[in-house]
C-alpha cells in the first residue's frame, strides 16, 4: 500500500490523543442530553400521555400534520424541479460567449441571490396585488423559493462545470463536436457527479425554507403545529406545546435524512456505473485486436 502524499499518517500519542477527544466530546454530548432529558422530566415533558396526542386519531394531530406535511412536501417537490431546471439553464447562459445573453442572465443570478428570500416571497404575496395579480399563499412561497434557490443552483451548476479539467472540452472540439454537445456529453455529467453533495444541501436548505410560508398563512408544518398550539392552548394551557413543535421538527429531520440517503444512493450508483464504463474501455481493444482476422496468437 503506497504511502499518503499530501499529510503523514498519526503516530503513537497522535492516535492517543484523538482517542481521548473523542471519548470526552463523546461524555459531554452525554451529558448534555442527560442534562436535557432530566430537565424535561422534571417539567413533565416525557409524560407518555403527552405524546399520545401524537398517535390519537380523535385529536385530529395525525390528521392535521399529514396534511401539513402533504402541503410542504407539494411545495418542495415543485420549488426543487423547477429551480434545478432554471438553475441549469441559467448557468448555461451564463458560459454562452455572447454578451447578449451572459449579461442579463448574470444580473438576474446576481439580483436574486442578493435580495433575502422572505423578501422575495412578500414581494409576490403582498405586491404584486397593486399591479393586477394576486397569487395564492401556494404559488407566492414555491415561485419564490424557485426564483431564489435558481439563482444559488445557477453558481453551483457553473462551478461544477469550470471544475472540470480544461482538457477535456478541448479534445472533445478537436473531434469536431459541437459546444452543445461538449456539454451535454462532455461537462455536464461530470459536473453533476462532482457538485452531487452540495446540489442536495441546497435541495434540503430550499426543504427547510418552506416554512417561511408561515409568515403568509400557508398551512406548511410550522404554521399546522403552531395553530394546533394556538388551538390546545386555550384548553389544556401549555401542556402539549412542546409535543407538537418536536413533531414538527422530526418530521423535518426524517426528510432531510431521506434526502441526505438519496444522495449517497445516487453517488454510489454512479460511481460503480463509472468504473464499468472505464473497465469495458479498457477491455475493448483488447478483445478487437484478439478476435482481428490474421492476428498472430
Known sequence: MSAPVLFDLPGP???ARIRIGTVIGALVVLAVIAFVLV??????QLDP???AVLFDPNSGV????????????KVAAVGMVFATLLGLLLA???LSDHPWVRVPVTTVIEFFRAIPLLVVIFALYFVLPSFGIRLSAYAALTCGLVLYNMAVLAEVFRAGILSVDRGQPEAA?????RKSQVMRLVLLPQAIRRMLPVLIAQLVVLLKDSSLGFIIGYFELLRQA???VEFFTPRFGNEYTFQLYVAAGLIYIAINVLLSQLAKLIDR???RNQKVGKVAAIRLPDEGMAAAPGASV
Open 92 to 94: 448555461v447562459g451564463r
Open 13 to 15: 500519542k497522535t492516535r
Open 49 to 51: 400521555q403527552r405524546w
Open 39 to 44: 430537565r424535561l422530566a422534571g417539567n413533565g
Open 269 to 271: 450508483r454512479t460511481s
Open 173 to 177: 472540439y478537436g473531434l469536431g463536436l
Open 226 to 228: 403552531r395553530s394546533l
Open 62 to 73: 395525525p390528521q392535521a400534520l399529514g396534511d401539513a406535511l402533504v402541503a410542504t412536501l
